[in-house]
């Protein structure tokens, strides 16, 4: 047998060994072994994006992230996938990007990560955030006089590695735009960033005809839904609420 050979067997032979573990995996393992501290599960809650408006919207209800972790991922919808199907893959995928970034970091490994991804659709054609002008104006148009869904998958992987999914979907109808309103809304420049390229909470709000469903869906966080997540999972939400009465001044 040649060197060459014997040199591609022993790479084909060859298996690494296991890489280490995260400090996220070592934790969850020694609450695994020990009962005394299996339910010991973190009350740490890692949100898996920057947006301004979903924190806006988590305060609201008295919750603040110990840590923000945007997560990049590509948003592209994969060929004749359906809304739901995205919005609940981008949501996993954006919790799981954010969950191996704390992997090691020790203050906030064995937290609980928070995702969600927001879209518009109309029927089974799929707004994504406008670009540009162009197609800021050409997603005005098509959501003008016509009702649309907007689509919002949350996702929370748990200390322990469970993930827990949810669509929340809200109907909205807009009025029939005329070529001003469109034109000074865009002159706006609020549509920038913006799924459907329109914010309900902003100046778009106008254009609203009938909303059937949750609003702070459309604002980006469906607050009912996040919070019975949230919860369910122990976090003294309401516990806060009492305490913040309690601390008021009259």
């Known amino acids: 047998m040649t060197s060459a050979k014997t040199a591609l067997l022993n790479v084909l032979r060859r298996t ?7 400090l996220r995996q070592e934790r969850t393992r020694e609450r695994a072994a020990n009962p005394a501290i299996a339910g010991a599960l973190s009350r740490r809650l890692v949100l898996a994006s920057g947006s301004p408006r979903r924190l806006m919207l988590l305060s609201q209800v008295g919750i603040t992230p110990d840590a923000v972790r945007p997560s990049s991922v590509d948003e592209t919808p994969r060929k004749a996938e ?3 199907a995205l919005v609940s893959r981008l949501a996993r995928a954006k919790a799981e990007a954010a969950r191996d970034q704390i992997a090691n970091d020790s203050d906030i490994c064995d937290a609980h990560v928070l995702a969600a991804d ?3 659709a109309v029927g089974r054609r799929v707004l994504m955030k406008p670009q540009y002008i162009e197609e800021a104006v050409a997603a005005l148009q098509l959501l003008s006089g016509r009702a649309h869904r907007v689509l919002t998958g949350l996702c929370l992987i748990t200390p322990d590695d469970r993930v827990k999914t949810k669509i929340v979907d809200t109907r909205v109808r807009f009025k029939h735009l005329t070529r001003a309103e ?14 459907g390229g329109y914010a309900i909470q902003g100046l778009a709000g106008a254009f609203v005809q009938r909303i059937n469903g949750s609003y702070t869906n459309v604002v980006g966080l469906p607050l009912m839904e996040v919070t019975q997540m949230i919860v369910a999972e122990g976090f003294p939400v309401h516990y806060a609420w009492a305490r913040a009465a309690e601390i008021e001044p009259e």
């Open 16 to 22: 690494d060994g296991p890489r280490r573990e995260t």
């Open 82 to 84: 359906m809304p739901r």
């Open 118 to 120: 927001t879209i518009v």
């Open 182 to 195: 469109i034109e000074a809304y865009i002159a706006s420049r609020e549509w920038r960033g913006k799924a």
